[in-house]
């Protein structure tokens, strides 16, 4: 080989290439970044959609082409016209556990994915107290901007006195609603513990009753609801689009960041085993990475990116990304896009580092534009640059 | 969660702790590092065995516990003491292809699964003239330090006029000698070709034989040595330990870097298909990646590491390394670590990096140190620290 070449390169890979555009921008569009960035497999604008929200959460596009977007810890929802910025809220909304002190609130807005013609919405959100709460998923009928005909499907028991650890991420997939929900942090335990909801994904009927088919139905002292278990927090959460299988991915306890495909009665470990580490490096506590009976991570981070909300790209706007699972980060601020082949993962890009944006969710769009909420306020798209 | 505990770490993550150490050092180790690297799994500290070489490019553990060490450019081979870092030149070594302006000389030196008990040494190196060249591999008997009874095993046709990309890394598995070639830099084309040699992973019976199972036996217009093909200048070759298989890397054009599970029959799609990027980041050229009949890499890099000698350690020494894929990084100079499951990569580590060492080999020693050599002359080891 050529050795200098590497010299050449390992300097040119430092940089991102900025481009100035011409601004051209809408009202809505007032912040938009006057620069292209060039990644490796796509080069995009990034464009402010909207601002100054109390830190989004979740985003749902509806068959509409507007967006659901919701603020967890005020507990609000809002109608987003992601062509003007504009935001209208939602009304009819549930009472949640909402405190100052407690993360908790509205986690998520998932759309039936028969919406079209049934209107429901599902909430995933926080109920109870400082001595006993946990998360409830209601579905109500959407007209207009407003919600109405609440059912309650799901309430975590026991309940327990967490702060953190909620849980709350939904995904549909072949007409089943897939649910996070978190270890309650002071509970951990709990997570291996089937005769408890906490630490586990769940799987319903979009109506809320159980699937026959889960895989502890009949087994004595645990919980019908529960499709897999040992996990910690799950925030991201989406469908692979070729196989329908639910993926997930979770915070470690300091690193050991994983993505997970979920599957029927598997125990995927925590908090038994990790690859967390201590603080400034080297293996926490026993160091115990695996154990019989316990899955290994498809993927995992050491250092902790802090994963959030996750989403496949099926889109045409970026044709390059097609297939690959963007995830965001909120510690090492970016979007992070893996390249998915079958079951592995085989290449990671971090995307817009620079930026110092605490990633909460990630959305594509009905324009095949890439849509991110960060803690600073804002909702964002990545829209595709020749 | 508590999100303030990411700050935390996202800053702790930056800095790897470093520990002043008694020094205490041999002769040998007269430029031991006075510091101790804590890393994700496990703790260590660097120190120099031998130093003074030109570009050591390969290392080989003999029974005895030396080490037969070579230097590419000049053709040169040593046997090395590890612990007192002597080295004594071993003689009788075949012409080479040595040109200041073309990228050969001795590329490999492995012994016989059987040495101890048949002394047969192989070694790759390049062969012929500007006009017209190519990887030979020869056996040859070591008694004491010296060779004898060369035997010529393999020659590669056709002979191009390549400066480039000779390929020459070997390992054994099964008994069975396996050996990449490169795709003459100029010659890719040929990668596709199987009635030339260059840009393949080839499969030889110890004494040189074709083996009567190999892929292309039989087929007409087929060169029957080739074992897998459409590969680059893979210069990192290894046997996973669990499965017997064949793993190699291989430089991409301008990034795509790849790991492969080589197998029999298989196209890795060099030239055609590619994860490289255009120099500051984009697609190279019509960006073509899949390509129905040709393999996905296992897992890949970009920007480039430009990966070198890779080893899959399996000592007891660093326990929680055991089973990871340790690859040498020539220009982002850095130890890379790949966490292997099964056929996945689930995370990367990467070492050392803040030295500015362009790392040529990794070999793990008998005593379980994973030994390396660097572009600057240097042989070290990692040696653990508890």
Chains 1, 2 share one sequence.
Not at 95 to 112: N, P, Q, T, W, Y
């Amino acid at each position: 080989m050529r050795d200098f070449s590497y010299f050449v390169l390992a300097v040119s890979a430092c940089f991102s290439t900025f481009t100035v555009l011409d601004g051209g921008a809408s009202k809505a569009q007032a912040q938009e970044e006057d620069a292209s960035v060039v990644s490796e497999a796509a080069s995009f604008r990034i464009e402010v959609v909207t601002e100054n929200m109390d830190v989004p959460w979740t985003m749902e596009f509806l068959p509409d082409g507007t967006a659901l977007v919701g603020e967890r810890g005020p507990g609000k929802l809002y109608r987003l016209d992601v062509k003007t910025g504009e935001r209208t809220a939602i009304s009819g909304l549930p009472d949640m556990l909402r405190d100052r002190k407690i993360s908790s609130g509205l986690f998520d807005v998932r759309a039936h994915p028969n919406f079209a013609k049934n209107n429901w919405l599902y909430l995933a959100y926080g109920v109870g107290n400082t001595e006993g709460n946990g998360l409830a998923v209601d579905r109500y009928k959407l007209s207009g901007n407003s919600l109405s005909g609440g059912e309650r499907l799901f309430e975590a028991s026991p309940k327990i006195s967490g702060k953190w650890h909620f849980g709350g991420r939904m995904a549909f997939s072949g007409g089943y609603l897939f649910l996070t929900t978190g270890d309650g942090y002071d509970h951990s335990a709990r997570a291996q513990q089937l005769n408890a909801h906490a630490g586990k994904i769940l799987r319903l009927h979009g109506d809320g009753r159980v699937p026959t088919d889960n895989p502890f139905v009949g087994v004595e002292g645990a919980l019908p609801e529960i499709w897999s278990y040992g996990v910690r927090n799950p925030q991201g959460l989406d469908v692979n689009p070729t196989t329908g299988e639910i993926w997930a991915n979770e915070h470690g306890p300091q690193g050991g960041d994983e993505v997970n495909i979920m599957r029927a009665g598997k125990n995927y470990g925590w908090p038994v085993i990790t690859y967390g580490e201590e603080y400034g490096g080297g293996p926490i506590g026993d160091g115990i990475t695996h154990k019989q009976g316990m899955e290994q991570p498809l993927y995992y981070w050491v250092p902790s990116i802090a994963p959030s909300g996750m989403e496949f790209y099926q889109g045409n706007a970026f044709a390059r990304w097609k297939g690959n699972l963007f995830v965001g980060a909120l510690a090492l601020t970016h979007i992070n896009r893996l390249v998915i082949e079958g079951e592995r993962v085989i290449h990671e890009e971090r995307l817009v580092a620079d930026k110092g944006w605490r990633v909460r969710f990630i959305e594509e769009g009905p324009d095949g534009y890439l849509y991110f909420g960060v803690d600073d306020g804002m909702i964002m798209r990545l829209v595709p640059v020749d």
